[in-house]
């Protein structure tokens, strides 16, 4: 990118349980990333409640994009525009975000940029080292599990995806089997580390060809476990349960990421979403990629789960290619990015 071609963009994330703002110069200079999580009020009930998400960033949000604005030292007139996630996500939530975003746009006259979540969690890699293209992205969070084909900038094309349960949700719904805190990933991510892989769960590997994935069976497959183990009053070592699941999930996300790869004849593969923070599946897509001689992108783990600076990063973009949004613009809670 040129030096006039340096976009000041303000980006806002509220598609679940953070409510964050950013400013990103340029694509990739981050010059503030505020987040304010709400993990601790939803921990009580087990999970995100939607009501009370909703609420807790409308209380936040103008406090969040002026901690953003003073931490980066820019003032409202300075942006060139101004990025929200628009989808998917819980569609209350969203509509904080992108009320917020409108209303900034308004007011300081600057462009309204509506980007996907999932293009922020893969942009969350360009602000560590610019993107190189093409590439594979294996996207998985709480809501996704995806394999993406990028060209180049802004353009995405699906080679598989969760025919299910995203594996985020897997990891959660698993945790709260075993009475583990919310979120789930990174406390069986925690327990793992200490166990031994010695329950035999099944890999969902669907048809020879097929780059999709499936996660309820494996998930079915620990409830019955569970209940079988219980029924004839046999004790059950959790963190090998914790790792036996988790082995399961990295084989097949390893092994369909390599086939996306040596498919697509795409040297480069890169890692985005909530469960890229996974010990587990990070050293296993090293070892893979380093003996198959692919380029692995991680993004560092502050930038692993939701914020805003991944949206400012890929908004930045669309910014560029004139993709933005009138004030009609509305949240989609089952946007497709492709
Ligand atoms: O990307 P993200 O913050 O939100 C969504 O867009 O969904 O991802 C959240 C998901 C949750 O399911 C959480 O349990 C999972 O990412 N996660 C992990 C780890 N850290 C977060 N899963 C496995 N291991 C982790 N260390
Ligand atoms: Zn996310």
Redo the contacts with the bound molecule.
């Keep these: 990118m040129n030096k006039q071609k340096q976009p000041l963009i303000l980006g806002i994330e509220t598609?679940?349980d953070e409510t964050s703002a950013a400013v990103v110069r340029g694509g990739n200079e981050l010059l503030s990333n505020v987040i304010s999580s709400q993990m601790e009020v939803h921990r009580k009930f087990g999970g995100v409640v939607p009501e009370v998400a909703s609420r807790r960033h409308v209380e936040r949000i103008t406090h969040i994009v002026e901690r953003a604005l003073d931490e980066a030292g820019v003032k409202l007139s300075d942006l060139d525009a101004v990025a929200v996630t628009q989808g998917p996500g819980l569609v209350g939530a969203l509509l904080i975000g992108v009320a917020a975003a409108k209303a900034l746009s308004f007011s300081a006259g600057i462009p309204l940029v509506p980007v996907h979540?999932i293009a922020g969690?893969i942009y969350a890699n360009h602000l560590i080292r610019p993107l190189e293209f093409p590439l594979v992205a294996l996207v998985v969070?709480?809501?996704?599990t995806e394999l993406i084909h990028m060209p180049k900038h802004n353009r995405y094309e699906r080679l598989g995806r969760t025919r299910d349960d995203a594996a985020?949700?897997a990891?959660?719904k698993v945790a709260r089997l075993m009475n583990l805190p919310y979120?789930?990933?990174?406390q069986?991510?925690r327990l793992a580390r200490e166990g031994t892989p010695r329950y035999d769960l099944p890999r969902a590997w669907l048809e020879p060809d097929s780059l999709d994935f499936s996660f309820s069976g494996l998930k079915s497959a620990v409830i019955n476990f569970l209940h079988n183990a219980k029924q004839r009053g046999e004790d059950v070592d959790h963190a090998d349960l914790a790792v036996s699941f988790q082995e399961a999930v990295i084989d097949v996300l390893t092994e369909k990421s390599m086939k996306a790869v040596e498919r697509t004849g795409v040297n480069r593969l890169l890692l985005a979403?909530?469960?890229s923070?996974?010990?587990g599946l990070r050293e296993r897509l090293k070892h893979r990629c380093e003996e198959a001689g692919v380029e692995l992108w991680i993004p560092p783990l502050a930038l692993?789960?939701?914020n805003a600076a991944m949206i400012a990063a890929a908004g930045t973009y669309q910014f560029l290619d004139g993709q933005v949004a009138g004030l009609d613009l509305n949240a989609d809670p089952n946007l497709k990015l492709v």
């Design positions: 598609s679940c979540h969690h969070s709480g809501g996704h985020g949700e990891f959660d979120p789930g990933g990174p069986i991510d979403g909530g469960v923070a996974n010990s692993c789960t939701d």
